[in-house]
């Protein structure tokens, strides 16, 4: 049973929202990833809400570029937490989707991450905090993995300093 259901607008996205997956399966977090679109398949965007909503996913994960109404769309039709990825596709680098993204009304709130991969990746990591609140062995996986964030950072500068003193 899927706890995470990530939603792409167009398998062109695939590259830029495959880290999201790989953070969730490395935390083994359990999750579904599929392509609909809010604006050429709104019928199966709806159908698919109502299969992962009886199948128990708890956190929603949309990617989509351009106009990015991908995430107000699930925004729309749940009260679980939605997260919204913008994809850069166009002229605007991805700005247009930040804003579509990110400027949801009042009552239907889309926790928005950077664009692309970074944000993808963000996006699994704040799905498992989410999550953790009611899960005590993945909210020690999230300790685990950030002092391992924090150990990387002290090898790091230790062998700056190795490398040129003080």
């Given at each position: 049973?899927?706890?995470?259901?990530?939603?792409?607008?167009?398998?062109?996205?695939?590259?830029?929202?495959?880290?999201?997956?790989?953070?969730?399966?490395?935390?083994?977090?359990?999750?579904?990833?599929?392509?609909?679109?809010?604006?050429?398949?709104?019928?199966?965007?709806?159908?698919?809400?109502?299969?992962?909503?009886?199948?128990?996913?708890?956190?929603?994960?949309?990617?989509?570029g351009m106009a990015?109404?991908?995430?107000?769309?699930?925004?729309?039709?749940?009260?679980?937490p939605v997260i919204?990825?913008?994809?850069?596709?166009?002229?605007?680098?991805?700005?247009?989707?930040?804003?579509?993204?990110?400027?949801?009304?009042?009552?239907?709130?889309?926790?928005?991450?950077?664009?692309?991969?970074?944000?993808?990746?963000?996006?699994?990591?704040?799905?498992?905090?989410?999550?953790?609140?009611?899960?005590?062995?993945?909210?020690?996986?999230?300790?685990?993995?950030?002092?391992?964030?924090?150990?990387?950072?002290?090898?790091?500068?230790?062998?700056?300093?190795?490398?040129?003193?003080?």
């Amino acid at each position: 049973m899927p706890q995470v259901a990530i939603f792409m607008g167009s398998l062109s996205d695939e590259e830029k929202v495959a880290p999201c997956a790989q953070v969730l399966r490395d935390l083994g977090i359990s999750f579904t990833f599929t392509i609909t679109s809010a604006h050429r398949t709104p019928e199966r965007t709806v159908q698919l809400m109502e299969e992962c909503e009886a199948g128990g996913v708890q956190v929603y994960i949309c990617a989509a570029g351009m106009a990015a109404h991908l995430a107000g769309a699930v925004a729309a039709r749940t009260i679980r937490p939605v997260i919204g990825i913008p994809i850069a596709g166009n002229a605007l680098a991805g700005m247009d989707a930040l804003f579509s993204t990110v400027q949801m009304p009042p009552g239907f709130p889309v926790g928005t991450v950077a664009t692309d991969k970074a944000g993808a990746k963000n996006a699994a990591w704040m799905a498992a905090q989410i999550l953790a609140l009611n899960d005590a062995a993945l909210a020690e996986k999230l300790r685990a993995a950030r002092a391992a964030f924090k150990a990387d950072v002290d090898k790091a500068a230790a062998s700056l300093h190795d490398k040129y003193g003080a």
